[in-house]
């Protein structure tokens, strides 16, 4: 079995971290620049050598550029802040329409990819592979997987985000769901996409377990997107609950001030390979 933890500090993501190439949006200062280096003399020799540093890309320049340097109209705007009294934030970006995600460039994703699977692999999963991308949100990350797998699933727990998926001529499958039980685990998927979901779901070991039991182990490839230090929670309409299931990141959690090399070190070493995923690459973003 072969996992990719991708970590976007990105989910903490452009949109809160990086408004435009200079750094402001409606005369409003934003927060500093993406950040892709780390303090290597942090990190435990295994976990660094599984690194790949990343940069500041052709594609996600154009998404700052695209989304994150005009003002939102007043109209929307005003919506959202009406919407969010009875809609969480998942089901309000659906509803009005925003809610772009960027986790990774093509570029980016195809780098991690090629350092935890062979070039033959990955042609054989454009020729047959079966993808499942675990809250899917609005699809825009889950498109760009086309390049790279021949049938794509898309589950979401959001109705509003679901008809905005079931829209997406390069995803052949939309189940609104917040369980994988619905899915029979002796029909492998050869990828399964998990994107900044793992901090945000109620059970975040049980979704791990059930990620495996419905992974191809033998050629399969898990992509895992966190916001590190750990610092999780669920929506449950308008309110944020703390999860009814945590995971053993001791050492790695934003409210104990850690930093995310350490954060990195933990997840890799007590969380995911306790849970039977070996780390082939990961990155900063």
């Avoid at 995803?171 to 899915?183: A, G, H």
């Avoid at 685990?185 to 994107?195: E, V």
Wanted: aromatic letters at 8%; one cysteine or more; proline letters at 3%.
């Amino acid at each position: 079995m072969k996992q990719i933890a991708g970590n976007p500090e990105l989910s903490d993501t452009p949109l809160k971290r990086y408004a435009d190439l200079h750094g402001k949006v409606a005369n409003r200062v934003m927060e500093p620049p993406l950040i892709y280096a780390i303090q290597q003399h942090v990190m435990k020799e295994h976990v660094l050598k599984t690194f790949i540093s990343s940069n500041l890309d052709d594609e996600t320049k154009i998404f700052l550029q695209t989304y994150c340097s005009e003002t939102e109209s007043l109209v929307r705007s005003t919506m959202a802040s009406i919407t969010r009294k009875f809609m969480s934030r998942t089901d309000t970006n659906a509803y009005i329409g925003r809610g772009q995600m960027f986790v990774f460039s093509t570029q980016q994703l195809e780098t991690l990819l090629l350092q935890a699977a062979s070039v033959e692999k990955m042609k054989s999963y454009l020729t047959s592979g079966r993808l499942l991308d675990i809250g899917a949100g609005s699809g825009d990350v889950t498109q760009n997987y086309t390049k790279f797998v021949k049938h794509i699933t898309a589950t979401e727990v959001s109705t509003y985000m679901v008809g905005r998926l079931k829209k997406n001529a390069h995803i052949d499958k939309v189940v609104e769901t917040s369980t994988l039980n619905v899915f029979d685990a002796n029909n492998k998927f050869q990828i399964i996409s998990c994107l900044n979901v793992l901090d945000r779901c109620d059970k975040p070991s049980q979704l791990l377990k059930d990620i495996r039991a419905r992974l191809d182990l033998k050629n399969g490839l898990l992509i895992v997107a966190l916001v590190l230090p750990w610092c999780p929670f669920v929506e449950n309409g308008t309110k944020q609950d703390i999860p009814s299931e945590d995971l053993d990141m001791d050492g790695g959690r934003c409210k104990t001030r850690n930093t995310f090399e350490e954060a990195v070190n933990v997840v890799i070493d007590k969380v995911f390979l306790p849970h039977g995923f070996n780390v082939k690459s990961w990155t900063r973003l």
